[in-house]
């Protein structure tokens, strides 16, 4: 009798052993996080206030950049967004979250976020942000067409010989 109860023993302890398996992962696949702000932040579309909240990737093995934005106890979605990959140099042992510089009065904006232990995390997207990229580039643009046109219109570097700086016009 009494090997049979080692034998239950052992079973039921490896039984046990296997049912908290998938719990153990469970924040390393969704990346879990618990996060506490001591001031508002802002995420994409919406303004955090003060206070513990958590942060996790959907569960979704196709997109593993749509990001979950819960109230502490788990119970509240206050936001879903789609993020972008985002990754640094070196892992920390610690969760890392960084912000952008808003004006001042407005909240800071977080944007990425790293589960301690990796490299790879996720870039939070702000439409005001993308649009302001966009100006920037079609600006940027614009000024080397500007540039073009000049040359074009009769400028040395057009003529294909090298201007001699001895030269006076």
Do not use: C
């Not at 749509?66 to 936001?79: A, P, Y």
């Not at 993020?83 to 909240?107: L, M, N, W």
């Not at 790293?114 to 079609?138: C, I, L, N, S």
Request: charged letters at 30%.
């Amino acid at each position: 009798m009494t090997r049979n109860r080692k034998f239950a023993f052992v079973a039921m302890s490896v039984l046990a052993g296997l049912s908290a398996l998938p719990m153990a992962f469970a924040d390393e696949w969704n990346k879990e996080t618990e996060v506490t702000f001591s001031a508002p932040v802002e995420a994409p579309g919406v303004v955090l206030q003060a206070g513990s909240y958590i942060f996790k990737l959907a569960d979704s093995e196709s997109d593993r950049n749509i990001v979950q934005i819960f109230r502490k106890d788990g119970d509240e979605l206050v936001t879903t967004l789609l993020a972008v990959p985002a990754s640094r140099e070196k892992a920390t042992d610690k969760t890392v979250i960084t912000f952008e510089e808003r004006p001042s009065g407005e909240p800071e904006a977080i944007h990425e976020w790293f589960y301690p232990g990796e490299t790879d995390g996720v870039e939070f997207v702000y439409k005001g942000h993308a649009r302001e990229q966009a100006d920037q580039a079609t600006a940027s643009s614009e000024e080397d067409d500007q540039d073009d046109s000049i040359l074009a219109a009769g400028g040395a570097e057009d003529s294909g010989a090298s201007p001699d700086p001895s030269e006076t016009r």
